[in-house]
């Protein structure tokens, strides 16, 4: 079992986990817009979190910031969520069966890719088809999101999968908590491969990214948002904020693809 790495992530990651089980036991006050989106989006909704505070005096935005699976389920276990933003429509769809979002109210926010990296200066030769030998590219294990649970791992399973690359590579994969934690071992070195998306790559200058997966190799990368039942005013606002054409700059700045849906 390898230990969390510790990196420029990991601090705010565990803190928002630990603030998303506080909040679970409290109720949200007057002001107070709770952002729960997944760690993918830990910089972009960040800054578009204080940004929007900075501009509403009385209102304040927090962002809680994990594995879509693990936000979801403590938003069904009671956690007062305002806005869910998932990095997968598994996860939304969870909890529009748990009657806490209405079934027509998630939108498709963003998009993303999915991409194979490797640290600084470790890069590897890798050609996406069935054909290829991915067991022979490189030595050492694999990390991705838990192939299970976490969207990112899920995607990238199928992605495995699809090519006939996941025989020879699953006894070697490292099932990550989140996207971000995949990312954190590969910068560490502790995984000499790692199946992240695109817009966590580019925020790293500890790793390279060997290549992109084909579209066609997995699920659509999307992110749909929803406002949680019996939510309004200053949360629905924000909600709308994520839609103009200043956010969406922030957005796709960070490196996610801009949808109209």
Request: aromatic letters at 8%; a negative charge; one cysteine or more.
């Amino acid at each position: 079992m390898i230990n969390s790495p510790l990196s420029k992530t990991a601090p705010r990651l565990a803190c928002t986990f630990a603030l998303a089980l506080l909040l679970g036991t409290t109720a949200a006050r007057a002001g107070e817009i709770h952002v729960y989106a997944a760690a993918s989006l830990t910089d972009a909704v960040g800054e578009l979190a204080d940004d929007y505070s900075r501009a509403h005096p009385g209102v304040e935005v927090k962002p809680v910031f994990a594995s879509s699976s693990t936000l979801a389920k403590q938003i069904d276990a009671g956690a007062p969520a305002s806005i869910f933003i998932s990095a997968d429509r598994k996860w939304m769809d969870y909890l529009v069966q748990r009657k806490r979002v209405a079934a027509d109210v998630p939108h498709d926010l963003l998009g993303n890719a999915l991409v194979m990296i490797a640290p600084k200066g470790e890069s590897f030769a890798l050609r996406f088809d069935t054909g290829f030998k991915p067991a022979d590219a490189f030595q050492g294990r694999l990390c991705m999101g838990d192939p299970e649970v976490v969207p990112a791992g899920i995607y990238g399973k199928e992605a495995l999968t699809h090519l006939g690359w996941w025989p020879a590579l699953q006894d070697r994969v490292v099932g990550a908590d989140d996207v971000r934690a995949a990312l954190a071992f590969v910068e560490r070195g502790e995984c000499a491969a790692g199946i992240v998306y695109s817009s966590d790559a580019q925020i790293s200058d500890k790793v390279e990214i060997v290549g992109r997966f084909p579209e066609d190799s997995h699920t659509p990368i999307i992110y749909p948002a929803a406002l949680l039942d019996g939510e309004s005013g200053d949360a629905r606002d924000f909600l709308r904020y994520l839609r103009t054409p200043t956010a969406r700059a922030v957005f796709a700045h960070y490196g996610f693809t801009l949808l109209d849906r």
